[in-house]
């Protein structure tokens, strides 16, 4: 009786494991992609003149090639641009909503997460 809870309790920690290390890498992804959102918002060399402003298409494609770097697949109508402030001193803010799915035993969940560049 003693091998069997053994057992048991190894294969259920195992499970939580597994459905653990989903959940906290579908986090994790979603926090580097808030990270590259602020650095592609930010447009560095466009600030200080080196490169021209982004269009919102450009915008969304570089927002479609860092996520799919972290291995979540967006769409462009996923993304969000707003702009704001002068051509002088323009303020970008994007925002992306997507799911990404949690399979367990018998269960799949689907999250919905949100990345913003704030």
Not at 15 to 23: E, G, K, V, Y
Not at 32 to 43: F, G
Request: net charge positive; hydrophobic share 50%.
């Amino acid at each position: 009786m003693g091998k069997i809870k053994v057992i048991l309790g190894v294969l259920f920690f195992a499970l939580f494991m597994t459905i653990a290390w989903q959940f906290a890498s579908c986090e994790f992804a979603n926090y580097l992609l808030k990270d590259d959102l602020k650095d592609v918002a930010a447009m560095g060399g466009s600030k200080i003149g080196l490169l021209k402003p982004l269009s919102d298409t450009e915008l969304r494609q570089a927002v479609i090639h860092k996520a799919a770097e972290h291995g979540i697949r967006l769409m462009p109508e996923q993304i969000f641009v707003h702009r704001s402030g002068t051509t002088e001193d323009p303020v970008i803010f994007l925002a992306t909503k997507y799911r990404a799915r949690v399979s367990m035993p018998g269960v799949s969940l689907v999250l919905h997460l949100t990345a913003t560049s704030r």
